[in-house]
């Protein structure tokens, strides 16, 4: 009774008034007060409160702020604020087998610094262990001796903080099963999870979706599929969501992130482009556009394609391959959570793909309220609750008592995205919408201003025992 008492009688940081409070963890959507102190959310009431700030939220939405369980962004500043800006107050980096490491070292450094978002980060393989092993091409077969060090260097880094281990193995496309299973061993250890940028896209994806079940049904490691409309949005995601249904229905713990377009990004120097990528893919040079480097916002030749490969390698491209009407038929899915694939760590205004400044507006314009093809639980849900409790990121992803107080408020009615591909607009274009953006209690868009020196965020050193039941 005390406790209730002090509850009303204190004075919060922050009261976020009248919104429409959306939480889905309990899946609760009513009008109410949210309370903020001290970084955290001391509840929701429709009492009045006395705070040192209120923000009025009147027909708005306030539910917890976004999870992107996809980030390139890696601790590079601009696009951290970028993805702020659409709602996004904590990434997932080290995607794809590529990211910083050692991640102790990164998040320690990312908190001296200071960050708009919370980061936590998986241990990169396929780029950044197989360089560090010695392997000098990613044609190259990893030895056993390299396999059993990759092993090591991995479980260090999982003991010091990272939230799990990533690969990337379309980047490198002769990774053996024995390496896969020793990588994924090492996590299944610790019941950490592996985010797998799964080895082929187009043709072959089914077969490559296929072998991370089989990871999964070996190692007992919780895999989950990355951006899975980049890697079967090329006509073939009805066949894998079947083939993925059938191992989920079989307890298979297989977990999917999917994003909002259905053309991907990549280093053009990136064994994606590996012999035959014209037949893998179905397309040709002219369905590739620079996002980076010196053609930046040109469709490419067959000469400026060869031309950049050689020289600037990590150029980020897209290739204009996908099935748009595939993006939904992913999202639609309950098991499926939303991602970005977003952030990059060279990237500046007018460059790179919209998915960075785009997706949750794009998915609550076109899915949410123009064809009514998720809920707003539902996209609350995939954005949210769903990442966070994949990631074991137990404060994170809902609104209640003792959440971190990070929220977003926007305005369903108004929410639009506005970036663009380069050369037909700004890629890192600011939606409309987005109102308030906090991070830890402190406004990182602040009435629809992003507020370019806040660094609220914080680095997330994930907690690791040994997996027992
Ligand atoms: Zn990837």
């Known amino acids: 009774m005390k406790e209730k008492k002090d509850f009303f009688h204190t004075v919060y940081d922050c009261v976020i008034e009248n919104g429409t409070v959306i939480d889905p963890k309990t899946e609760l959507r009513t009008i ?71 991640v102790k070292e990164f998040l320690t450094g990312l908190d001296e610094t200071g960050y708009p978002l919370n980061t936590a980060a998986l241990t990169p393989q396929s780029w950044i262990l197989r360089e560090k092993a010695g392997i000098e091409s990613p044609y190259h077969t990893a030895t056993k001796e390299q396999i059993q060090n990759m092993a090591r260097w991995a479980e260090e880094d999982l003991l010091q903080g990272a939230v799990g281990l990533s690969m990337g193995l379309e980047y490198a496309p ?47 490691v919780r895999v989950l599929l990355s951006h899975h409309v980049y890697q079967c949005g090329q006509g073939m995601m009805e066949e894998s969501l079947k083939i993925i249904e059938k191992a989920r ?6 977990a999917v992130d999917s994003g909002a377009y259905c053309d991907f990004a990549c280093p053009v120097g990136s064994e994606v482009f590996c012999e035959g990528w014209q037949q893998i893919y179905d397309c040709s040079y002219e369905d590739i556009l620079a996002g980076t480097g010196k053609y930046a916002g040109q469709r490419l030749t067959e000469e400026t394609f060869h031309e950049l490969r050689e020289t600037d390698p990590d150029a980020s491209v897209t290739a204009f391959v996908g099935k748009p009407y595939e993006i939904a038929l992913a999202l639609k899915q309950p098991y499926v959570m939303i991602s970005t694939d977003g952030g990059f760590p060279n990237l500046a205004p007018g460059i ?88 830890g209690g402190v406004p990182v868009v602040d009435n629809g201003i992003i507020q370019k020196d806040a660094k609220p965020g914080k680095s997330i050193f994930s907690r690791t025992e040994i997996w027992q039941m």
């Open 174 to 220: 002769v990774t053996t099963w024995e390496e896969m299973v020793a990588m994924a061993e090492v996590a299944a250890k610790y019941d950490k999870v592996m985010p797998i940028h799964s080895r082929a896209g187009g043709w072959n994806s089914l077969e490559a979706t296929r072998e991370v079940i089989r990871l999964q049904e070996t190692t007992g």
């Open 352 to 439: 790179g793909h919209p998915q960075t400044a785009g997706t949750y507006p794009k998915i609550l314009r076109e899915l949410v309220r123009e064809q009514d093809v998720l809920t707003v639980m539902d996209f609350v849900k995939k954005s949210s609750w769903m990442p966070a409790q994949f990631f074991g990121l137990e404060t994170k992803g809902f609104i209640g008592e003792g959440a971190d107080a990070d929220i977003l408020v926007f305005d369903l009615k108004r929410v639009k995205d506005n970036a663009t591909f380069p050369g037909m607009g700004d890629p890192m274009a600011q939606p409309d919408g987005i109102d308030y953006v906090l991070v």
């Open 32 to 102: 109410g007060n949210v309370a903020i102190l001290n970084g955290k959310i001391a509840g929701v009431t429709r009492a009045r409160l006395s705070a040192k700030r209120k923000i009025d939220a009147s027909g708005k939405i306030v539910c917890p702020g976004i999870v992107d369980p996809h980030s390139h962004a890696d601790g590079q500043l601009f696009s951290g604020y970028v993805m702020a800006s659409m709602g996004v107050t904590t990434i997932i980096v080290g995607s794809c087998g590529l990211g910083p490491y050692p």
């Open 249 to 254: 229905r079989q307890g298979y713990q297989i």
